[in-house]
C-alpha cells in the first residue's frame, strides 16, 4: 500500500499559476501510474492528468492540455502538478492517486487532497 500527501493548494487570481506536490512513501518499491484528479460538491472525481513510472505514458484531460503540466521525481517519490493559466473553472480539490494500472480511471490509493481557489 502506498500513502499520498497533497500540498501547494491555495488561492490564485485567474491567468495565475500553482505547483501540487505529492508525495508518497510506503510500498513505493513498486511501479505505480500516478494521477490527479479533482472534484467540486455535486460532482464526480474527474481525471486530470497521469505519468507513469518511466514518463512514457502522459495524459491529460482536454480541459487542462496545454495548461498543465504533470512530472515526476522517482528519486524523491514525488509527483508534481505545474497548473498555468489557471481558470475560475479549474476551482476544484485536487486529489493524487497512485495506481498500478495505467489508465485514466482512478484506482489503487488516494491521498487527502488540496483546495484550488481561482478567483475571477
Known amino acids: 500500500q502506498v500513502q499520498l500527501v497533497e500540498s501547494g493548494g491555495g488561492l490564485v487570481q485567474a491567468g495565475g499559476s500553482l505547483r501540487l506536490s505529492c508525495v508518497a512513501s510506503g510500498r513505493t518499491d513498486r511501479s505505480y501510474a500516478m494521477k490527479w484528479f479533482r472534484q467540486v460538491p455535486g460532482k464526480e472525481r474527474e481525471f486530470v492528468a497521469g505519468?507513469?513510472?518511466?514518463?512514457?505514458?502522459?495524459y491529460y484531460a482536454d480541459s487542462v492540455k496545454g495548461r498543465f503540466t504533470i512530472s515526476r521525481d522517482n528519486a524523491k517519490n514525488t509527483v508534481y502538478l505545474q497548473m498555468n493559466s489557471l481558470k475560475p473553472e479549474d476551482t476544484a480539490v485536487y486529489y493524487c492517486?497512485?495506481?498500478?494500472?495505467?489508465?485514466?480511471?482512478?484506482?489503487?490509493?488516494w491521498g487527502q487532497g488540496t483546495q484550488v481557489t481561482v478567483s475571477s
Open positions: 505519468i507513469n513510472r518511466g514518463g512514457s505514458w502522459i
Open positions: 492517486n497512485a495506481d498500478s494500472i495505467t489508465t485514466t480511471r482512478p484506482g489503487g490509493s
